[in-house]
């Protein structure tokens, strides 16, 4: 069965903590991106890449981080430096070509 | 201004009518244009994306206009499954860039 998966669905940070939010992906894509939604908002770019082992800062990287060590795998660290991280996560791929698609979603929350 | 602009809506439609939703753009240089269906509390998934020459999926109809940067989608026949909002997406560089949503709901 193809597609992206996001876990875990939901996450509560406690203050200072940092959390990882998983993405994986099945569909051999080569980019993938991670955005984030708040109420009211159009998804916002967090971090996106395009090949294993390399990654680019998007619009908001400040507080964040991620890893691309496997072309399956793009998971994102929220740091304790990422003051209000209350906020829909949602992970994407493309081939290359948009569109992209989008896993279900990590709805992440403070404690 | 923002690089993409939507009316939030929300759009009070009665079953059967048709709506339609604008969208601007703000940059000339943008490439490629979606639209996208967000459910409440779900990820975005394409609806479709549009042409120049304008095109049509079955009660959906896009149309891009770019000497006025700004592209559009009509839902004829509206059904209650349509309630959802309506992302409007364009590319710039290779990144999209996402509208905030128009929100509609189809009452019976």
């Given at each position: 069965d193809g597609g992206i998966t996001q876990s875990p669905k939901y996450l509560f940070r406690k203050e200072g903590q940092n959390v990882t939010l998983s993405c994986e992906q099945n569909?051999?894509?080569d980019a993938m991106y991670w955005y984030r939604q708040d109420p009211g908002q159009g998804l916002r770019l967090i971090y996106y890449s395009q090949i294993v082992n390399d990654f680019q800062k998007g619009d908001i990287a400040e507080g964040y981080s991620v890893s691309r060590e496997k072309k399956e795998s793009f998971p994102l660290t929220v740091t304790?430096?990422?003051?209000?991280?209350?906020a829909f996560y949602l992970c994407a791929t493309d081939e290359g070509r948009q569109p992209q698609h989008f896993g279900d979603g990590t709805r992440l929350s403070i404690l | 201004r923002k690089e993409v602009e939507q009316d939030?809506?929300?759009f009070n439609v009665p079953e059967g009518a048709t709506v339609a939703f604008n969208c601007t753009y703000?940059?000339?240089?943008?490439?490629s244009f979606f639209w996208y269906r967000q459910d409440c509390r779900k990820e975005p998934k394409l609806l479709m994306s549009v042409y120049s020459s304008g095109n049509e999926d079955g009660r959906f109809t896009a149309q891009l206009n770019r000497a006025s940067q700004y592209i559009s989608l009509l839902i004829r026949d509206?059904?209650?499954?349509?309630s959802a909002t309506y992302l409007c997406v364009v590319t710039l560089t290779d990144k999209l860039i996402f509208g905030t949503g128009t929100r509609l709901q189809v009452f019976p």
């Open positions: 569909l051999n894509h304790s430096a990422q003051k209000n991280p209350t | 939030p809506g929300p703000s940059n000339s240089a943008s490439q509206s059904k209650l499954s349509d």
